[in-house]
């Protein structure tokens, strides 16, 4: 059984900034490439972000460019989400999730993370 936790979300002011984790366990950590998704009111969860498992490849949606950054330890069996110079925009709902090699969706996924931008 895999599990995924986030943590780390909370009230931040504009152009403040968050770090989210994401602990994996019940199988290999390293095997799974990673990926970072939010889900705002009223609108369909989205993309954030991923981190591959083989060579670290990190790709990210446009909206968050420049300002978020994902890594992994893959050590600590943990995912991380940076996320600089926040915007009202970003408050959402904050899921990470695991895609195993050669799996084409995001089969497991944590609980979520309110991250809330506001002044």
């Known amino acids: 059984q895999v599990q995924l936790v986030e943590s780390g979300g909370g009230l931040v002011q504009p152009g403040g900034s968050l770090r989210l984790s994401c602990v994996v366990s019940?199988?290999?950590?390293?095997?799974?490439?990673m990926g970072w998704f939010r889900q705002a009111p009223g609108k369909e969860r989205e993309f954030v972000a991923r981190?591959?498992?083989?060579?670290?490849?990190?790709y990210y949606a446009d909206g968050v460019k420049g300002r978020f950054t994902v890594t992994r330890d893959n050590a600590k069996n943990t995912a991380y989400l940076q996320m600089d110079a926040l915007k009202p925009e970003d408050t959402a709902i904050y899921y990470c999730a695991a895609r195993e090699i050669a799996a084409s969706t995001f089969a497991y996924w944590g609980q979520g993370t309110q991250v809330t931008v506001s002044s």
């Open positions: 981190i591959t498992w083989n060579n670290y490849s990190t």
């Open positions: 019940g199988r290999t950590f390293s095997s799974y490439t």
